[in-house]
């Protein structure tokens, strides 16, 4: 039981969507549960997985798909699912928030989606799978099957909106699609090359032996530009704001922190595991042009959220500037530079759901949220607008928050490797986000719509329903959590996970 | 020696403890009130137990839990920090006193929110006295920006928004964008962020870095208010009066100037920063010329409370002088004029208020002869600013003393120059006020005839403080020996 442990996490929701789907024909309402089960599940694999993890010496656990290729010839048929220290970290994020997602959407869901709600949740369980598969699989291939699943089934979830959404979606499919077939073709140069698809080959392989190949180069630049376009990096990022902001409730807060934080992970392991730092170095300018853009991209995307006068949007740009965060950190190949990278991917999921969360609840009660119809906030909804403070706090980088300590890190590393145009866009991108959020409090707090200081009366309190707060509380508290376990996740997890770096 | 106990955590802690409690007294105020009153004695006390093991030489030390490898949310007592910690914590007492007697008749319903964060801003103030290191520093010294907000933006009316914009982003802006990014090259560069006597660098550290961390550092700190970031200050005095009295003449400001003693001492060490001209030439300059600039203009400005803010920027300006004078006593004159200029500063702040509650006047030319009418907040008054210009026998006098005697230890005549013009526009803008309230013809016989002293609750506050800037001149040596035992432990490693 143990040893299939892996499995579960993927074949869990997977069975989900599927069982979902089918009860909702017998019955519609079943498909909630069925789904929360299945999460629910895959939840507690990764949990255990993680102590098997920390007690095991290897510090790596293979599983073979089927028994296929057991000892030790992968081969091209065997499919293989790993689990190390990087993956392990990100498995646990990935479940836990989609656990809070699904129970966080269940009523908005209801009111959203009245009459349209049959296959929603299987379609939410299909994404979660997807996104779990990019995370766990040991296989090249096998990434950009669950790449597919989730571009997929995250493609009909944002269709579920209304009015935009459509036109939204479609643009994300048409340049979801283009990545994913970047991605691909960098693949099948890759396969010709070396003849194998699996991760640890691959690793063994290029960058002893093809080091100077042509052809791998070439599959190494599509791969990347391919997971670029699927997380939204300048200039590919065109789709993301609107496909966000238009998308159901729902759906924003399930694809907004997980979909792009889960392909800078499928970079990130590229780089790093398949091609090694050193072969990350050896291509400078590639690395010059990954670190213009990702500075390019964190100060579009600060800048164009500072013009924005819908709250999700505001959110959506965030998005787009964070994702600068962690493609810079990667590229800087440097120790602090990826440890700050891969923390990210932590903090930011959790930060990005956090402000979701938040926004569902607003949007739940006022049914909008431009930012100047918030006026009051506060006083309406006191718990929901601390935690929008809390959050947008964490996103500035104000310690003790988790978002600190990753923009330390990042810091560190760009100024370890002298690429100070990146510093400069992190602290200005900081510097927007503490404007934004003046601009909230100022709204939300010090604009008192009611008739408190003259009289006693005062706003009812109105918050969302438990169902909801409850998961936006728990995330949002994590943040805290987050940023003062960081030295527990950094020596414990990231340290080990990434490979030897050389020292300047 | 270093002695690991936990006091100085709940000493920061207690404060913070109480704003829950406080919170959650929204409707009795009185014994929402007698919680602070409590939290300020029990914290007071333990402050006090710890006095006697850090004059006998100990530091206390306590680590909390490691935030990054080799950097934890660490706590270190020494005498310095104490001297500052007991400082802010004893000056909570009158102003709550005093915020009582001005808040509770006007029925003010954002009260609790009021104390509450009060509370918490104490708390970050003591934090900083008492962090071990640069990261512990930084947190708290944002706490403190943060939970100082509400307070300055208190009234909810635009010009108190006006005022609360311009304060988080001047103090946001330079933290995030310099301080920050310095502190990180620190750490960089070191891998420590720890406060130790003889700093962090190594010998090899190229001084052009060390310059530019400094400036960065003495920018980044911009509570210390060095011009040109000083702006944020005149433009908090929006807030109520006990607002800008501890929080902006004592806790805030204090702890901007504070970091920076902390950071030259400990990280840059004294000896460096003795050895190398460029650095403190720079320092020097900065807060000279931030010193004669903020006395001209206060001499210029007519309303009280702007008066007093940018007199507050000029002798903050004292302070960061005297550690750029790299000498032991400059450093000591610094330390010792953070209690004399609070105690000094709040007690003029306090009469601002005051005067405005009695006759709604808000300009100094409005004050001609009001003396006659509220003696004893004029006379408090009177002996506010005698102790801010550096008179004897109030405190001010010694802090300057160990000053000017730095200024010739390290050879810098022009220093004592600067110090000396300034205290005679200090007394040139402050003793007017005091002469006309008391001597000058009324302007207008009619508008202050029904003036009378404010409630006693706000008197009697007044009092305490103007009787403390007498006391702490004659006190002043058990002041000089908590200074002492930092100077042993940060100024005289070698």
Same mark, same amino acid.
């Given at each position: ?26 019955r ?11 999460l ?9 997985l ?24 992968y081969g ?12 392990s970290?990100?498995?646990?994020a ?18 959203e ?47 579920y909106g ?47 032996t ?47 922190p ?31 042009? !990954? /670190? *213009?853009? =990702? %500075?390019?991209?964190?100060? $579009?995307?600060? +800048? ?62 006022t ?30 980088g ?26 400069g !866009? /992190? *602290?200005? =991108? %900081?510097?927007?986000?503490? $404007?934004?959020? +003046? ?60 490979p ?5 | 020696?270093e002695e690991?106990?936990?006091t100085?955590?709940?000493?920061v802690?207690?404060?913070s ?6 919170s ?57 920090g104490?001297?500052f ?8 007492i ?53 939970s ?15 005022g ?54 003495l ?43 902390r ?19 720079i ?9 004669v600039?903020?006395s ?18 000029g ?14 006593s ?10 004399m ?62 000053l ?61 403080t103007?009787?403390g ?16 035992q ?9």
């Amino acid at each position: 039981m143990i040893k299939h442990l892996p499995i579960f996490i993927v074949l869990a929701p997977l069975l989900g969507a599927v069982f979902a789907a089918l009860t909702s024909w017998y019955r519609p309402k079943l498909s909630f549960p069925v789904v929360l089960s299945g999460l629910f599940i895959s939840f507690l694999s990764s949990f255990c997985l993680i102590f098997k993890l920390l007690n095991s010496e290897s510090g790596i656990i293979h599983y073979q798909l089927g028994g296929w290729g057991d000892k030790g010839e992968y081969g091209i048929v065997g499919i293989q699912i790993t689990v190390d220290y990087l993956n392990s970290l990100i498995l646990t994020a990935v479940t836990i928030i989609s656990l809070l997602t699904a129970i966080f959407s269940s009523q908005s869901v209801n009111r959203e989606l009245a009459g349209q709600q049959r296959y929603f949740f299987a379609l939410f369980s299909l994404l979660v799978t997807g996104l779990l598969g990019i995370t766990i699989t040991g296989d090249i291939f096998n990434l950009y099957v669950f790449m597919e699943i989730a571009a997929l089934s995250s493609y009909a979830l944002i269709a579920y909106g209304k009015g935009r959404s459509y036109m939204a979606s479609f643009n994300y499919l048409i340049m979801g699609t283009m990545g994913a077939c970047l991605y691909l073709l960098g693949v099948g140069f890759v396969f010709v090359k070396t003849g194998t698809l699996n991760i640890e080959n691959l690793s063994l392989l290029i960058p002893q032996t093809l080091q100077a190949s042509q052809a791998v180069f070439v599959g190494f630049v599509l791969i990347i530009v391919g997971a670029w376009a699927k997380m939204a990096f300048f200039p590919m990022h065109g789709w993301l704001p609107n496909a966000y902001t238009y998308a159901p409730t729902a759906s924003g807060a399930l694809l907004a922190p997980l979909a792009t934080k889960v392909s800078v992970y499928a970079m990130i392991r590229i780089m790093i595991t398949v091609y090694s730092i050193d072969y990350v170095l050896k291509s400078p300018n590639i690395q010059t042009a !990954a /670190l *213009l853009l =990702s %500075s390019i991209s964190i100060l $579009v995307g600060s +800048f164009f959220s500072l013009t924005q006068t819908n709250l999700r949007k505001i959110a959506c740009y965030f998005i787009v500037s964070e994702i600068g965060y962690m493609v810079g950190g990667a590229w800087l190949a440097n120790d602090p530079g990826l440890k700050g990278a891969v923390y990210h991917i932590i903090a930011d999921a959790a930060m990005t759901s956090a402000l979701f969360m938040v926004i569902g609840c607003i949007l739940f009660r006022t049914g909008q949220v431009e930012l100047k119809k918030l006026d009051g906030l506060f006083y309406k909804m006191p718990i929901t607008f601390i935690a929008l403070v809390i959050t947008m706090a964490a996103l500035i980088g104000v310690p003790p928050t988790c978002g600190f300590f990753s923009k330390f890190y990042l810091i560190q590393g760009a100024a370890q490797a002298g690429t100070w145009h990146f510093a400069g !866009a /992190l *602290l200005i =991108s %900081s510097l927007i986000k503490a $404007v934004i959020l +003046f601009r909230i409090i100022e709204i939300g707090y010090n604009k008192v719509p009611n008739p408190a200081k003259e009289g006693n009366k005062t706003i009812p309190r109105d918050e969302a329903p438990l169902s909801m707060l409850i998961p936006t509380l728990i995330v949002t508290l994590s943040l805290i959590a987050l940023g003062i376990f960081t030295d527990t996740l950094i020596t414990d997890f990231i340290a080990k996970a990434l490979p030897e770096i050389p020292a300047p | 020696m270093e002695e690991a106990q936990s006091t100085p955590f709940w000493i920061v802690l207690i404060s913070s403890m109480a704003a829950v409690l406080i919170s959650l007294c929204r409707r009795a105020p009185n014994i929402r009130e007698a919680i602070i009153f409590l939290a300020a004695i029990i914290k007071l006390a333990l402050l006090l137990m710890l006095a006697p093991g850090v004059l006998d030489g100990k530091l206390y030390t306590f680590t909390l839990i490691n935030l990054l490898p080799n950097v934890g949310l660490s706590f270190k007592v020494d005498g310095a920090g104490l001297l500052f910690a007991f400082v802010s914590v004893t000056l909570w007492i009158p102003v709550t006193i005093y915020s009582i007697g001005l808040l509770r008749p006007k029925n003010d319903l954002s009260q609790t929110r009021f104390y509450a964060c009060f509370s918490i801003a104490i708390s970050s103030a003591v934090g900083v006295a008492f962090s071990a290191n640069l990261l512990t520093m930084f947190i708290f010294y944002e706490i403190l920006s943060l939970s100082t907000y509400p307070l300055v933006t208190h009234n909810q009316d635009d010009e108190a928004i006006k005022g609360g914009r311009k304060y988080l982003i001047y103090l946001l802006t330079t933290s995030v964008g310099l301080a920050l990014p310095a502190m990180i090259i620190v750490y960089q560069q070191t891998g420590s962020l720890d406060f130790m006597g003889g700093g962090v660098f190594k010998d090899q550290t190229s001084n052009t870095l060390l310059t530019v961390l400094a400036v960065m550092f003495l920018y980044g700190f911009a509570k210390a208010g060095l011009m040109p970031f000083h702006a944020w200050l005149p433009g908090a005095m929006v807030a109520p009066a006990p607002v800008s009295s501890l929080l902006h003449a004592v806790a805030v400001v204090k702890v901007g100037v504070f970091s920076i003693i902390r950071v030259m001492t400990g990280i840059f060490g004294v000896d460096r920063l003795a050895n190398t001209p460029s650095l403190t030439m720079i320092i020097c300059i900065i807060a000279g010329i931030t010193l004669v600039t903020a006395s001209l203009i206060a001499l210029s400005q007519d309303n009280l409370k702007a008066r007093l803010a940018y007199s507050t920027i000029g002798q903050l300006s004292y302070i960061i002088l005297g550690v750029g004078l790299a000498s032991e006593s400059g450093i000591a004159g610094a330390a010792l004029h953070i209690p004399m200029h609070a105690v000094g500063k709040i007690t003029l702040f306090l009469c601002a208020g005051a005067i405005y509650e009695a006759c709604g006047a808000k300009y100094i030319s409005q004050m001609n002869g009001i003396g006659r009418k509220i003696p004893l907040t004029m006379t408090a008054f009177f002996l506010g600013s005698l102790c801010v210009i550096g008179l004897p026998p109030t405190g001010g006098f010694i802090s300057k003393w160990y000053l000017l005697n730095g200024t010739l230890d390290s050879n810098q005549q022009w220093a004592f120059v600067i110090f000396l013009i300034s205290s005679l526009l200090n007394a040139a803008y402050f003793l007017p006020i005091a002469y006309k309230a008391f001597f000058a013809l009324p302007s207008d016989e009619a508008k202050y005839n029904k003036a009378s002293e404010p409630s006693m609750l706000m008197v009697i506050p007044m009092l305490l403080t103007a009787t403390g800037c007498l006391l702490v001149f004659f006190f002043s040596n058990t002041m000089y020996q908590f200074v002492e035992q930092f100077l042993n432990v940060y100024a005289k490693s070698n």
